[in-house]
């Protein structure tokens, strides 16, 4: 065996980092976290509330042979931990030296933000030391959660027979529950629009902003739209669109829920793939950056050469100007999400992807190259049209340079508007009004709510997926024609918590723990006194609330116990409703409820 060892979390990603060296480095895997917070102690938390949150952390079971297997093999070499590049993966290379007994003053760590050869190579370059404040933001996150989850859920389970609560997961579902509130109490409300028909083209009445015009009102408008309508005004100019910024983590989501009609987990899964290395003519090459981040930033290693890729495929006239930050460096782990490799183009590659993989490195490549190349411009016409003091315009657009539509495609068709000139006048074939209804907020989809949790600081670009799925899981919401709904249980929980723990539930706080928690990572924060004052404010709010919420009391039916005669009631469990009997604990009697 050689002298050095890495290792990664994934078996994928040590597969694709072994290619690289031949004999001369051994690349083992973790197989993600190794450990975690044990359920001993006070209040089953794994954390000494009394002596500093001094965590107790266990090896998480199964993992013990493969934990000694590491031993064995790192024994008398140097190892070099190259753990994902975020908080998440800091804290699994700080626990994977813990374990192989590894001195923390040594620079024992790795990180780069692409799998490939030189991105790696250049990472073993730089070797840092294990970064502490990364660990502790990692840590009190990790420890808050255990808190607020345990606490909460147990409180919820006892209460209402809610299945568990959580720091995020909960604010969250608050978000779907008053947006649900919201549609519940929408009142529509009716309202015209008035269009003027000419042959193929249509003129819309111009309706002040924020105003709603009645049907007296409409009916107004169309008798006296009488003919010739006269031509008052014609407007040209140039607009440009720009092309979207690369993806980070939210965005990649959204797209992915809405075009490409994956759920967030599957879109995180299929990045991580593409990540971790697919084998292209007998190399395994990673074919995109780390998929967990919040930057929309290209590094200049990808901007020079994407530039000069653009120029020569499309033209010079294609490159669009794009500013680097002077801080941009290899090690930044702080990257939008792109291709690792301009010239592996989608087509090139397709053979050696499936359906998923294809459609979504696709995406991250038009996107990405797409924000580097220039505007597409159009030539627009607006003409203003006027009978009897009622105005009404139509609108043109035509294409006169496609820029950056030329790869990321989002066409728009070209519309046409006859020659008119000013003083023309022109007979409608047909003005009409048409009845229309103000209609609710749309429900959350999985885009739309990840989308307001990036908007609102609640959570990180790793956690999205997660959260949505937790919610799911739980029965606390249900979901119709792709949109949450929240069940009655999911509105109750939502109540209970806040009701008793208004503070926790709020979107600023949560968004503030964020802040403070990326303080820590900064050394800004102290961790230990974060969790001291969480913990002296949240324990006595939850006191008072088992003091004084009473438990919700089962449903007496009109059903009687075989046993022993007593009524049957409606009970909870995780698996859902059952009747017990009323007796219990004295007689254990249920049974299921038909559906």
């Known amino acids: 065996m050689s002298d050095k060892v890495i290792i990664v979390e994934s078996p994928a990603k040590s597969k694709t980092i072994s290619s690289y060296f031949n004999d001369e480095v051994t690349v083992l895997s973790s197989v993600g976290h190794i450990r975690d917070l044990a ?3 006070k209040g089953g938390l794994g954390v000494d509330v009394d002596n500093n949150f001094e965590p107790t952390y266990k090896i998480i079971t199964g993992k013990g042979k493969l934990i000694t297997d590491l031993k064995k093999k790192t024994k008398g070499k140097e190892v070099l931990i190259a753990t994902d590049p975020d908080r998440e993966g800091e804290a699994i290379a700080w ?15 790795i990180v780069f933000k692409e799998i490939t050869k030189p991105a790696v190579m250049e990472a073993i370059n730089h070797k840092r030391q294990i970064d502490l404040g990364l660990v502790n933001s990692q840590e009190s996150r990790r420890i808050l959660d255990r808190i607020i989850g345990f606490k909460l859920s147990a409180f919820l389970r006892d209460k209402i027979k809610s299945r568990s609560a959580g720091r995020v997961q909960s604010v969250a579902l608050k978000l779907i529950v008053d947006l649900e509130r919201e549609i519940e109490k929408f009142v529509p409300e009716t309202y015209f629009t008035m269009h003027a028909h000419f042959n193929d083209h249509v003129a819309d009445y111009v309706i002040p902003k924020d105003t709603r ?5 409409a009916t107004k408008i169309v008798e006296t739209s009488t003919n010739p309508f006269l031509v ?8 440009k669109r720009n092309a979207k910024p690369p993806y980070m983590t939210s965005t990649l989501l959204q797209d ?4 490409l009609y994956m759920s967030s987990s599957r879109v995180m899964s299929v990045a991580s793939e593409l990540y971790q290395g697919i084998e292209i003519n007998g190399q395994i090459i990673g074919l995109i950056t780390y998929m967990k981040t919040d930057s929309n930033r290209l590094s200049k290693e990808f901007v020079n050469p994407a530039k000069a890729f653009i120029e020569t495929n499309y033209g010079k006239e294609y490159v669009g100007f794009y500013k680097t930050n002077n801080k941009d460096s290899s090690q930044d782990a702080h990257e939008a999400i792109r291709p690792t490799d301009i010239h592996l183009t989608p087509e090139k590659i397709e053979q050696y992807l499936s359906k998923d993989q294809f459609k979504l490195y696709k995406r991250i490549y038009e996107r990405a190259v797409g924000s580097l190349m220039a505007p597409a411009v159009f030539n627009n016409t607006k003409i203003t049209l006027d009978s009897n003091g009622n105005i009404y315009t139509m609108d043109g657009s035509i294409q006169v340079f496609d820029g950056h539509l030329k790869v990321t495609g989002d066409k728009s068709k070209d519309k046409f508007l006859p020659e008119y000139k000013i003083g023309d006048k022109l007979n409608a074939d047909l003005v009409e009004k048409i009845e229309k209804q103000t209609q609710p907020p749309a429900r959350f989809n999985e885009a739309s709510l990840i989308k307001a949790l990036e908007a609102n600081g609640i959570g990180r670009p790793s956690t ?10 739980r029965d606390y919401v249900i979901v119709d024609e792709k949109r949450f709904i929240p069940t009655e249980q999911g509105k109750l929980t939502v109540d209970t918590l806040n009701q008793y723990f208004n503070k926790i539930m709020k979107i600023d706080y949560t968004s503030n723990m964020e802040s403070e928690l990326d303080l820590i990572a900064d050394g800004k924060v102290d961790h230990i006194q974060l969790l001291k004052d969480f913990y002296n404010k949240f324990m006595p709010i939850l006191e008072a609330a088992q003091q004084n919420m009473e438990k919700i009391k089962p449903v007496v039916t009109d059903k009687i116990c075989p046993l022993c005669g007593g009524n049957l009631v409606i009970r909870k469990s995780r698996y859902g409703e059952f009747y017990g009997c009323s007796n219990f604990p004295k007689c254990k009697h249920i049974e299921q409820m038909s559906e």
């Open 256 to 259: 992915g829920v809405n075009s």
């Open 95 to 109: 626990h994977i030296a813990d374990e192989l007994g590894l001195d923390l003053n040594e620079h024992n760590r």
């Open 39 to 41: 359920t001993s102690g």
């Open 232 to 239: 008052s005004d014609i407007t040209q100019k140039e607009t």
């Open 464 to 473: 999205y997926a997660s959260i949505i799925k937790t919610i799911k899981a």
């Open 213 to 217: 015009i009645g049907l007296e009102e």
